[in-house]
T-cell receptor, first 113, second 112 residues
Framework: AQSVTQPDIHITVSEGASLELRCNYS??????LFWYVQSPGQGLQLLLK??????LVQGIKGFEAEFKRSQSSFNLRKPSVHWSDAAEYFC???????????FGQGTTLQVKP | DSGVTQTPKHLITATGQRVTLRCSPR?????VYWYQQSLDQGLQFLIQ???????AKGNILERFSAQQFPDLHSELNLSSLELGDSALYFC???????????FGQGTRLTVV
């Protein structure tokens, strides 16, 4: 079955600390992988995506993610978290660069001052 | 602002009723996607329309239907509403049948 798992429902980090959000997927074909962010009362905004090539992809707002095929993972990272990064983060997988996606359950990030 | 407009932002209705959610895609986008976000099911893909035609179907209930009009706006119709239909409904659009999707801010539906 095709699925996306985000093991951490809630994560709290201090401002300025590094961040890693985990994402594991199960997908029969070559996956197209995405990370979206949802701020309170807002829609989803695409942070970054991976299709092929370099397994370390850079996104907006200083985020990056690394694709590891052997681990079926696509973890999101940021070296130094800002208070404005507090939001819910969703990992998603699809058959192509499309809006038809399978989303994980999301990870809520809280940032301590 | 993604350029995708959803109306209304909030909707409260009673069980058994029917509601229509509206989505205006970004200018020039031909494809519209509908998603339901609920606490127990998370974000689930419902249906995709491309240039007026249904392109893909996901976990959409038979009580729900959608359409895309010639001006490319889309409507999601939810009927015989149940308490469990309370959720945030997102619309997204992309230029073609494939391509990065931009999400609207959603319509929060509360069924009482």
């Amino acid at each position: 079955a095709q699925s996306v798992t985000q093991p951490d429902i809630h994560i709290t980090v201090s401002e300025g600390a590094s961040l890693e959000l985990r994402c594991n997927y199960s997908y029969g074909a070559t996956p197209y992988l995405f990370w979206y962010v949802q701020s309170p009362g807002q829609g989803l905004q695409l942070l970054l995506k991976y299709f092929s090539g370099d397994t370390l992809v850079q996104g907006i707002k200083g985020f990056e993610a690394e694709f590891k095929r052997s681990q079926s993972s696509f973890n999101l990272r940021k070296p130094s978290v800002h208070w404005s990064d507090a939001a819910e983060y969703f990992c998603a997988v699809g058959p192509s660069n499309t809006g038809k996606l399978i989303f994980g359950q999301g990870t809520t990030l809280q940032v301590k001052p | 602002d993604s350029g995708v407009t959803q109306t209304p932002k909030h909707l409260i209705t009673a069980t058994g009723q029917r509601v229509t959610l509206r989505c205006s895609p970004r200018s020039g986008d031909l494809s519209v996607y509908w998603y339901q976000q609920s606490l127990d099911q998370g974000l689930q893909f419902l249906i995709q329309y491309y240039n007026g035609e249904e392109r893909a179907k996901g976990n959409i209930l038979e009580r729900f239907s959608a359409q895309q009009f010639p001006d490319l706006h889309s409507e999601l119709n939810l009927s015989s509403l149940e308490l469990g239909d309370s959720a945030l409904y997102f619309c997204a659009s992309s230029f073609e049948g494939e391509g990065e999707a931009f999400f609207g801010q959603g319509t929060r539906l509360t069924v009482v």
